[in-house]
């Protein structure tokens, strides 16, 4: 049987305890094409359900909320499944299986949220402020992962008189820190006026990363294993230099490519 | 923000990049500062925040204050008699653009050098005065990286001491006569002494548990390696000494670059795959609990072949195979192939079964050397020993320029591939 349901973690509990005599569910909170003939459900959160599965869950693992929270964040697209089977194995076992790293189910979620971790610690380096005129910084991104508001606490305690917005593009939605509260709001496009220096502070930028590179020791696929090419596109120095100067590493566009 | 920047010219910073990039340490992991008003504090993983077309992250402003050197080190692209343009910032100009720099998270923090300028006194006092502003009158809680002058009095460098989180001195060469030869005006003396000095300092500190600061991420130092004739078996009972007798967190090596030219000099950089070499076995030494005894002779190589852990296993082929449900941390942490991780994956998965070669296989435990020295619930994979030989050998081989993109050369890099360190 096929679960729809809207990815609320709410609405994750109840798909849960509707499909937990079923032998071969499929989750999905996205797009799934139906097979002709296949049965399917809309699940509809209950609340009051969910709540006491919720409770029988923490029973068994105290910590396996935040599980869930990271799995859902997940940019994989069958992250649905990967929590449901983690899920019924906590069930199953009654106690927390995150060690259990035989079990296909507990590697599978242990992947799952080291990818989300792991971007999260990324992007507490690879996240670029611009410096706006009314003196609050902003910072375009575009995450695999749901994650712009998990990077706010970082943030915020290194910069703590400093409001900043930090706007999921993809996604449509920024974590805003006014200078005192964190919040999520829907933003779509951002009008932002920079800071009079903003592009000569950037320009600097530039040239200190053109000086420090070391030419006669290019790897340029070491770079892009630690940076990945779809992370450059709000990064001022990976921006092609408008003066001609020499490639960045980026691969080319297949149609330039020659034989 | 309280201050009111100018900007540093294009042109400086240029120069005073040019003349710091070939200094390698750039970590800024160890450091628990906490903000206090101001901007920034640490971060004890270190961060990596770009990386350049070299491979190499970037996670610190590295930069020079001045490159106008009264000092000719043979190797040094500094060197008094090299004809490049010279520069010197002030402390403003690098203050102001850590603090923007840093606002923007481009950078987690300062790796600050120098040039020796006019004396090793007046250049230590200028580094000194560009971190206690920073410090103090910018308030910055991010970290500082200081490099210590040979020959600057201690006076100078343990004020230093109190605003920076690391400092380091740099050993430069293997050996005190190759130091002789290559930077005559340095001697080993100047460089092991005050890294002695700091570290007593430092046990003072916290034994009168003042308030502050003293170095949090202690010291680091490096060689270039290639530039001089020492061996690999030297240079890593060098770096062993270092660790154990004066506690250094790191010690870095950097493949010769042949920025000037000199007789003395060869004329062709280091290999890339000496360098690999030496950081794996330093790894070893730091948390595979080897000693460089067991992994060479004093005046042995490191085998271009095998890596290593992969060397000392077949040298000691009667100590495997060993049993993975079985073996002690120690020992898993022996088996070529298999790293701290994934020691430490078997180690949890194993309470709950018994582990075989499939589940090993979807663990991502890599087997294609683990299997010849272990067993799985009693079966064993691996191929006999001169097989396993030839095996290694050749899957090196292949596997090298891979390996030699993929592995990295700081704990920086390490740490953006694992998300860890």
Redesign the interface.
């Known amino acids: 049987m096929i679960y729809f349901y809207d990815g609320t973690k709410e609405a994750f509990l109840t798909a849960l305890a509707l499909s937990f005599h079923d032998g071969e569910p499929f989750l999905t909170s996205g797009n799934k094409q139906l097979v002709l003939g296949q049965e399917s459900v809309f699940v509809r959160t209950d609340v009051e359900r969910a709540k006491k599965i919720e409770a029988r869950l923490l029973s068994f693992d105290k910590d396996c909320m935040g599980d869930l929270d990271t799995i859902l964040r997940s940019g994989e697209p069958n992250k649905d499944n990967i929590a449901l089977a983690y899920f019924r194995l906590i069930a199953e076992k009654k106690r927390p299986v995150r ?6 189910a507990a ?1 599978a979620a242990d992947e799952c949220m ?1 990818r989300v ?2 971007e999260i ?2 992007f ?8 706006t005129a009314s003196g609050a ?1 902003y ?1 375009p991104v575009s995450p695999d992962n749901d994650i712009c508001d998990l990077l706010v606490p970082h ?1 915020r ?6 409001p900043f917005v930090i706007h999921d593009v993809k996604r449509k939605k920024a974590a805003v820190y006014d200078g005192e509260n964190t919040f999520l709001a829907p933003l779509g496009e951002a009008e932002v006026v920079l800071a009079a ?1 903003e592009m ?2 950037q ?3 530039k ?3 053109n ?13 892009r ?3 990945p090419v779809r992370y450059w596109k709000f ?1 001022p ?2 921006q092609r230099p408008d003066d001609g100067e020499e490639d ?2 980026a691969p080319s566009p297949p149609s330039k490519r020659r034989k | 923000m309280c201050y009111n920047g100018g900007m540093i010219d294009e042109k400086t910073l240029t120069i005073l990049t040019e003349s710091a990039k070939y200094d390698v340490s750039c970590s800024s992991s160890g450091s628990g500062r906490k903000n206090e008003g101001g901007i920034g504090n640490g971060y004890a993983s270190g961060c990596c925040h770009s990386f350049t077309p070299d491979g190499r992250c970037i996670s610190l402003l590295k930069i020079l204050l001045s490159n106008d050197c009264i000092y000719n080190c043979k190797y040094c692209l500094n060197r008094r008699d090299n004809d490049i343009p010279r520069a010197t910032a002030t402390a403003d100009d690098i203050c102001g653009l850590v603090m923007d720099f840093y606002k923007r998270n481009y950078i987690e923090g300062l790796f600050l050098s120098s040039a020796v300028h006019i004396s090793p006194n007046f250049t230590m006092e200028q580094l000194y005065l560009v971190v206690k502003k920073l410090r103090t009158e910018y308030n910055f809680h991010g970290y500082i990286h200081v490099k210590g002058i040979p020959h600057a009095d201690m006076e100078i460098v343990n004020k230093t001491a109190l605003f920076a989180d690391r400092m380091s001195f740099n050993i430069e060469l293997p050996s005190e006569q190759s130091l002789k030869l290559l930077a005559p005006q340095k001697d080993r003396e100047s460089l092991l002494i005050p890294m002695s000095k700091l570290q007593r300092e430092k046990e003072i500190f916290k034994a009168e548990k003042k308030k502050g600061h003293f170095l949090p991420a202690g010291q680091t130092t490096q060689m270039i390696v290639g530039a001089s004739p020492e061996k690999d078996g030297m240079i890593l009972r060098l770096s062993e000494g270092l660790y154990r007798k004066k506690g250094l967190k790191r010690v870095y090596y950097s493949s010769y670059v042949p920025v000037v030219h000199d007789t003395l000099l060869p004329e062709v950089a280091g290999g890339a795959l000496r360098e690999h070499r030496l950081y794996q076995a330093d790894w070893l030494l730091r948390f595979y609990g080897f000693d460089a005894e067991e992994l060479l002779p004093a005046d042995g190589d490191l085998s271009p072949d095998y890596d290593p852990k992969c060397a000392w296993a077949l040298a000691h082929m009667d100590l495997f195979p060993v049993e993975v449900n079985r073996a002690p941390l120690e020992m898993l942490l022996r088996v070529p192939g298999i790293g701290a991780r994934g020691a430490q994956k078997i180690l949890n998965a194993r309470k709950y079964t018994k582990l075989t070669f499939e589940h090993l296989k979807k663990m991502r435990i890599v087997l294609k050397r683990a299997r010849h020295f272990i067993t799985a619930n009693g079966k064993f994979y691996g191929a006999n020993e001169t097989a396993v030989r030839g095996l290694l050998a050749a899957a090196e081989t292949q596997a090298n320029a891979e390996q030699l993109s993929l592995f990295s050369m700081n704990e920086t890099a390490l740490s953006a591939l694992t998300g860890e360190l």
């Open positions: 060690m259990m790293l035989s079990e296909d590697l080291r971790g792991f610690h990324r507490h380096g690879f996240v670029r402020f611009l410096a910084l910072a943030f305690a290194r910069m703590p008189k400093i220096d000569q502070w320009n600097l930028w040239k200190y990363y000086s420090v590179n070391i030419p006669s020791r290019e790897r340029l696929k070491q770079m294993g630690y940076m990064m120095e990976k960045q590493g």
